[in-house]
Antibody
């Protein structure tokens, strides 16, 4: 079964660092883009950024550039989203999602076909 | 404020057809970038409903259909059912944002 499994909920204080993970299974992880999506409480989905595990090509939304870091360890089929200094406004649900591929061709701008279950991040003093 | 504009809510009686619009601009839907649609029930992961403007993944009923024209796209849900009650999001990419992805603000579909 193709799936993305995310790490568990986190409760952190402002200023702390955090790295959450997204592990893929059931497919060749290195050949599919992985994106990250934020949903703040009561709000819509926000596209944060995307990474290609094969060569770590990474693109960020301007809204999130410099605020988070997306990385990958393809040896363990895992993508990461990290913060160096959390703010209360980072409190949200974070989803990872796999980019769609067709016939072995995977466009960075394609849909997200498989989603992780989400990781809730709470930042409060 | 989302780059892609959706109505906050639409509603319909069971069996009816509802349509959700997604209005963009010449830097996103008006380009060659595809439009995708997702269904999201609170507390669960979003689900891909339509990819590449009009295509349905396997398992998605043909009651769901989508179209795209100019700088807008739309999703239609025919034969509305109680379990269609959810949030629906359009998504594309935007050249003015260095090619990054963008979501619409989301539309809550209520089955009356």
């Amino acid at each position: 079964e193709v799936q993305l499994v995310q790490s568990g909920a986190e409760v952190k204080k402002p200023g702390e660092s955090l790295k959450i993970s997204c592990k893929g299974s059931g497919y060749t992880f290195s050949t599919y883009w992985i994106g990250w999506v934020r949903q703040m409480s009561g709000k819509g989905l926000e596209w944060m950024g995307i990474i290609y595990p094969g060569d770590s090509d990474t693109r960020y939304s301007p809204s999130f550039q410099g605020q988070v870091t997306i990385s990958v360890d393809k040896s363990i089929d895992t993508a990461y989203l990290q913060w160096s200094s959390l703010k209360a406004s980072d409190t949200a649900m974070y989803y990872c999602a796999r980019g769609y591929c067709s016939g072995g061709v995977c466009y960075r701008t394609d849909a997200f076909d498989i989603w992780g279950q989400g990781t809730m991040v709470t930042v409060a003093s | 404020q989302s780059v892609l504009t959706q109505p906050p809510s639409v509603s319909g009686a069971p069996g009816q057809t509802v349509t959700i619009s997604c209005t963009g601009s010449s830097s996103n839907i008006g380009t060659a970038y595809h439009v995708h649609w997702y269904q999201h029930l609170p507390g669960t992961a979003p689900k891909l409903l339509i990819y590449r403007n009009t295509k349905r993944p396997s398992g998605v009923p043909d009651r769901f259909s989508a179209s795209r024209s100019g700088t807008s796209a739309s999703l239609a849900i025919a034969g509305l059912q109680a379990d269609d009650e959810a949030y629906y999001y359009c998504q594309s990419y935007d050249t003015s944002l260095s090619g990054s992805g963008v979501f619409g603000g989301g539309t809550k579909v209520t089955v009356l």
